[in-house]
């Protein structure tokens, strides 16, 4: 983690619970914010100093009173380094189905299973959504047969949990690539830890370094802006026969995930929801 200054904000959450902090993650989730950390009564949210807009989250924090949930938010200087040893600290593991666990290499006496992933969390971990990654990884157990000997794409990998899974599942190749330098330098270095750094490239940038390739298999656990926005790349690069994978956003936003997916010719094939949180899978025909 650099030295760059951090805007730390807390935002105030009645009444108070896990699930009505997701909620409001979701609702902020088109701003840059780094990563988020769980605190009675509310969130601990980070964002590099120059992209910090106070109006913009005000405007999106309206929208959680139309959901009973009742904001407010300060915000203060901090050091980047000081923010991460806390957030690192939050991290719990993931298990999922007593198939897969992800655990960081100071979560001790954690029971091995099929799939064993260890990553250094970081804040490249974004925004610590649990619950869409363990319906993605959910997902994944279930198209083992449509990963095994494919090309696989984690876009927005964060820490490439997704990719590093993928590559465990014996894909033929998985492509890890994220908008944030750290991140992607995170991938390579998990993609490292767990030994599939063969298989497993790891890429600075957005959803046009798609273009470089076709992929048997699109990971997309974002959120539901930046997913709307480039559905039709990911249609495209999506080969005859492919699937997308989708999460990184609420159950109320599957209609328009839905629709934005079918006007690129991208056919529903399933979805899964967890905590209010949703997984959509789509597919593009043969």
């Known amino acids: 983690m650099n030295s760059q200054e951090y805007i730390e904000v807390r935002i105030r959450i009645e009444p108070f619970s896990d699930e009505n902090a997701e909620i409001v993650m979701a609702e902020i989730s088109e ?12 969130l601990l949210c980070y964002i590099q100093k120059e992209a910090y807009d106070a109006r ?30 806390e957030w690192e600290k939050s991290f719990t593991p993931i298990a999922v189905d007593g198939k897969v666990t992800v655990r960081a290499p100071f979560n001790e006496d954690v029971r091995r299973t099929r799939f064993n992933i ?27 047969k449509d990963i095994r000997g494919r090309t696989v794409m984690d876009i927005g990998c964060g820490t490439a949990i997704l990719a590093i899974l993928a590559a465990k599942m014996r894909a033929a190749k998985a492509y890890a ?9 995170s991938a390579f270095d998990n993609a490292r830890r ?41 249609a495209r690069s999506l080969r005859k026969g492919g699937t997308l994978l989708t999460s990184g956003f ?37």
């Open 31 to 42: 701003l840059p914010y780094e990563a988020f950390v769980t605190e009675a009564p509310g």
């Open 56 to 85: 913009r989250l005000k405007i999106l924090l309206s929208g959680c009173r139309g959901m009973g949930i009742s904001v407010d938010f300060s915000a203060d200087m901090v050091r980047g380094a000081n923010w991460n040893i």
């Open 118 to 144: 260890v990553i250094e969390p970081r804040m490249a971990f974004g925004t610590g959504y649990h619950d869409t990654t363990f319906m993605m990884i959910r997902q994944m157990l279930a198209m083992e």
């Open 177 to 185: 690539i994220d908008i944030d330098a750290v991140a992607a330098q």
């Open 194 to 234: 767990n030994r599939v750094g063969r298989l497993v490239e790891s890429y600075c940038g957005d959803a046009s370094l798609l273009q470089m390739g076709k992929y048997d298999v699109i990971l997309a656990n974002i959120n539901r802006n930046t997913l709307i926005q480039d559905m039709r790349t990911y």
């Open 250 to 286: 609420l159950e109320k936003d599957i209609p328009l995930l839905r629709g934005a997916a079918g006007e690129h010719g991208l056919a529903f094939r399933g979805e899964d929801t967890r905590n209010g949180w949703a997984c959509i899978r789509f597919g593009k025909e043969a």
